[in-house]
Nanobody, 127 residues
Framework: QVQLVESGGGSAQPGGSLRLSCTAS????????MSWFRQEPGKEREGVAV???????FFGDSVKGRFAISQDNTKNTIYLQMNSLKPEDTAMYYC?????????????????????WGQGTQVTVSS
């Protein structure tokens, strides 16, 4: 089993920045993808960014050029650096992880492919 714990959520003004962290524990050796999703109440979960074990990344269209994903394998932690935040970035952000090699695009477009999920951290962008 794998446990994922997110941190770093909070409030920011439009144009501001936040950095989220997600630390994995347990049987982390088999994990191949770690990713970020977000969800607003009443809406479907949206893929934000994914990074694989080799460090290759893929981003959702709405965050390209503004968000960056990185990893520290020594700490089993991934980060989501969110810049130029917009009110529409407001959502609950979830960390997810998966061992099967199904492709970065598929991981982001099909949330049901990720086996492990964190509890989420709220991000609110408003003036």
């Amino acid at each position: 089993q794998v446990q994922l714990v997110e941190s770093g959520g909070g409030s920011a003004q439009p144009g501001g920045s936040l950095r989220l962290s997600c630390t994995a524990s347990g049987e982390t050796g088999s994990l191949y993808y770690m990713s970020w999703f977000r969800q607003e109440p009443g809406k479907e979960r949206e893929g934000v960014a994914v990074i694989d074990k080799l460090g290759d990344t893929f981003f959702g269209d709405s965050v390209k050029g503004r968000f960056a994903i990185s990893q520290d394998n020594t700490k089993n932690t991934i980060y989501l650096q969110m810049n130029s935040l917009k009110p529409e970035d407001t959502a609950m952000y979830y960390c997810a992880a998966e061992s099967r090699r199904v492709g970065r695009y598929n991981i982001l477009k099909r949330p049901n492919l990720s086996t492990y999920w964190g509890q989420g951290t709220q991000v609110t962008v408003s003036s």
